[in-house]
């Protein structure tokens, strides 16, 4: 039995969903960031058909900006701290 040499391209390609679903994010934020500059194109099929690549993708994410994480406002910080402090835990210094 012959294998489809097509079928690894059909395979290779998502849609919208699976796409954020690969990202690890909701469609919403999918959409959100799908503009952003670091983001491959969609490949158009049609005007209602639109599909990523997965290899592009997964390269696109490998390469996505990185940030450092906000530090913790400093109301929410106290009040862990006096949680802790009820509880008899450690405070970090």
């Keep these: 039995m012959q294998e489809n040499p097509g079928s690894t391209v059909v395979a290779e390609l998502l849609s919208d969903q ?3 679903a690969l990202m690890g994010v909701s469609c919403r934020k999918f959409h959100e960031i799908r ?3 670091w983001m491959p194109k969609p490949i158009v099929l049609g005007p209602r058909f639109v599909k990523w690549s997965r290899s592009e993708l997964l ?4 390469n996505a900006p990185r940030q450092e994480a906000a530090p913790e406002p400093a109301q929410l910080l ?3 701290i ?3 402090k009820r509880a008899g835990c450690a405070v970090p210094a």
């Excluded at 390269?59 to 490998?62: L, T």
Aim: glycine share 6%; aromatic share 0%; net charge neutral.
């Design 35 to 37: 503009h952003e500059e």
């Design 18 to 20: 699976q796409a954020a």
């Design 59 to 62: 390269a696109a994410i490998s």
């Design 82 to 84: 006096e949680k802790m």
């Design 78 to 80: 106290r009040g862990r």
